[in-house]
């Protein structure tokens, strides 16, 4: 199939666009840069052995999508491209909607103009909110979200039920857990600008002294450890989660929109990450635990049976392979991508 692969540059698009050739696909990426580096490009290039198509525009530029789209040839759309800072999103709410929003709109135009009828969205876990029993299951509702990045994924989710109850589009609606890792080669990973939101990339840059101390946000979580409780996967399996995704779409054309969630169905705290990356690391990782995160849940994990039966996909890599690759990646370009 040839797939357009919307933020194909940024963090979990560009793990995706290696899985997509070696599965027999040809991935063509678009980005706007807002959030990635184009020196990734070369490097999927190198990994894959192949040109990879890339364009660099904002999707919000309904007429530049328009014509992307209607270059032809095109069976499917991953759409990756986003703005998924929490914080930031409060911060700058109209920015988040317009983008999300706005991307989605574009493209949805797009592929109905030029008969382009299967899309796969990158949802998140925090579309089940506060409320919804742990492990979180794919037919909860309602779905709600305590920030402006998740209400703009409980929209884009609606937005995309209702386009596809019109038969315009096929929908796989992919819901990640953590994504954390790199790709085992170190030579694409994940390269957050600024001050690292998540805790994996935080750690990494401490580990390779970029940063000096972590802060274990809460001690007092009702968790084994007192610290909270997340679902990581390898973006090696999530990014093997979007081929397997996509042939199933194709392989059941009576699906109209579906949910799966993507995680590896088991909590792992805070300290025990640390401790999983200073094995991995040889480094040691000082950390102080100070007080809560606003909006942080004590834990939350993935029911992935759904995935496992009807795609056929399940995560397999390790806490442990998920440190050393990150590992391999932050200790081979400290600083991330060159400019
Ligand atoms: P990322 O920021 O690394 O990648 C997103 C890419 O989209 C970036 O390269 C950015 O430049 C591009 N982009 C943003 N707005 C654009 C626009 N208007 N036009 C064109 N390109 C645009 O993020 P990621 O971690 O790879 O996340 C990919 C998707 O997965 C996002 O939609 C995100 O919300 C979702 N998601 C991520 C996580 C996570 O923890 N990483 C969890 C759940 C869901
Ligand atoms: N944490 C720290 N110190 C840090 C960063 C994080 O202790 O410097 C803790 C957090 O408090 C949380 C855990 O590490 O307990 C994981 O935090 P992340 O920020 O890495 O991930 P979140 O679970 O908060 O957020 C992720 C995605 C969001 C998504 C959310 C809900 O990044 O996009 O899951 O699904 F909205």
């Not at 499917?76 to 703005?83: D, Y």
């Not at 909607?97 to 990158?122: E, I, Q, W």
């Not at 890792?181 to 580990?207: C, K, T, W, Y």
Request: hydrophobic share 40%.
């Amino acid at each position: 199939m040839r797939v357009l692969v919307t933020g194909g540059a940024g963090y979990i698009g560009s793990h995706t666009v290696v899985q997509l050739v070696a599965a027999g696909h040809e991935p063509v990426v678009v980005d706007s840069h807002v959030n990635s580096r184009p020196s990734v490009l070369p490097r999927l290039e190198e990994l894959t052995g192949t040109r990879i198509e890339s364009h660099g525009f904002d999707l919000r530029d309904a007429d530049a999508t328009s014509a992307l789209l209607g270059e032809g040839g095109f069976d499917a759309v991953i759409h990756f491209a986003g703005l998924k800072a929490v914080g930031e999103s409060g911060r700058s709410p109209l920015e988040y909607y317009d983008n999300n929003l706005g991307t989605t709109f574009a493209l949805l135009r797009a592929m109905g103009r030029h008969g382009v009828g299967t899309l796969v969205f990158s949802s998140s876990a925090t579309v089940y909110g506060e409320q919804a029993p742990v492990p979180y299951r794919e037919g909860h509702e309602p779905l709600v979200s305590s920030s402006p990045y998740g209400r703009s994924k409980v929209m884009q989710e609606q937005i995309l039920r209702d386009v596809a109850a019109t038969g315009a589009v096929r929908v796989a609606l992919l819901r990640y857990f953590n994504p954390v890792g790199a790709h085992p080669s170190g030579r694409i990973g994940e390269d957050p600008q600024g001050i690292p939101n998540n805790l994996m990339p935080f750690i990494a840059q401490v580990a390779v002294g970029r940063r000096e101390r972590l802060q274990v946000f809460g001690g007092d979580y009702p968790t084994a450890d007192g610290t909270a409780e997340r679902d990581y996967i390898h973006v090696e399996d999530l990014a093997a989660g979007h081929v397997a995704a996509l042939d199933h779409l194709r392989d059941h054309p009576e699906i109209r929109v579906r949910e799966w969630n993507l995680g590896g169905g088991r909590g792992t705290s805070v300290l025990e990450m640390v401790a999983a990356f200073e094995a991995a690391s040889g480094r040691p990782i000082p950390y102080d635990v100070v007080d809560r995160r606003a909006g942080d849940l004590p834990a939350f994990w993935a029911d992935a049976s759904r995935a496992e039966v009807e795609l056929g996909w399940r995560a397999t890599r390790t806490i442990e392979q998920m440190c050393a690759d990150t590992w391999r990646w932050q200790s081979a370009n400290p600083q991330g991508y060159p400019a």
